[in-house]
């Protein structure tokens, strides 16, 4: 089992990737390492496949790419918080909307069969633990090291 299954599992009671929203936090912090193309580049090739992929098949760059998803939104100091050790900060179902996009919440909440709002309130509940547990030293780990 690999540092996101447990994460994800802890956040999750246990079930981890195997729930919707498991799978969702799966996607987002994995960097899509299950594409082989984008795996390990990391970086600025990461955000352009998530930029230019509108469903979660395009969800690349793991912790970092969506570090960086919240520094272009103006968000940055929230994202940064996760990473770090002190307290997290809070993130709204609105802020979250305006990091992610209309279609690619859309798609996120269609993965995990809910509605974009209900889903929001999930992720804004348990993004920041999830991306404060794939951190533990404080660093956005390389994409290449973390197992899923």
């Given amino acids: 089992m ?5 994460v994800i599992g802890g956040l999750m009671g246990g ?3 195997g729930s919707p929203m498991g799978g969702v936090l799966s996607s987002l912090l994995g960097g899509g390492q299950q ?3 984008m795996g390990g580049m ?3 090739a990461g955000m352009t496949g998530m930029g230019g992929q509108p469903g979660m098949g395009g969800m690349g760059g793991g ?10 939104a103006g968000l940055g100091h929230i994202a940064q918080s996760w990473v770090g050790n002190g ?4 993130v709204s179902p609105d802020q979250l909307q305006s990091v992610f996009g209309q279609d690619r919440v859309q798609a996120m909440a269609s993965q995990a069969g809910m509605q974009p709002q209900d889903f929001l309130g999930q992720l804004s509940q348990h993004l920041p633990h999830a991306v404060s547990g794939m ?5 956005v780990p390389d994409e290449g090291t973390v197992s899923v």
Wanted: cysteine-free; overall charge negative.
């Fill in 87 to 90: 307290q997290n900060q809070p």
């Fill in 2 to 6: 690999g540092l996101l299954d447990q």
């Fill in 42 to 44: 990391g970086g600025q």
């Fill in 135 to 139: 951190t533990p030293n404080g660093q």
């Fill in 15 to 17: 079930g981890g990737g």
């Fill in 63 to 72: 912790v970092g790419g969506l570090v960086s998803m919240f520094e272009q």
């Fill in 35 to 37: 594409q082989s193309a």
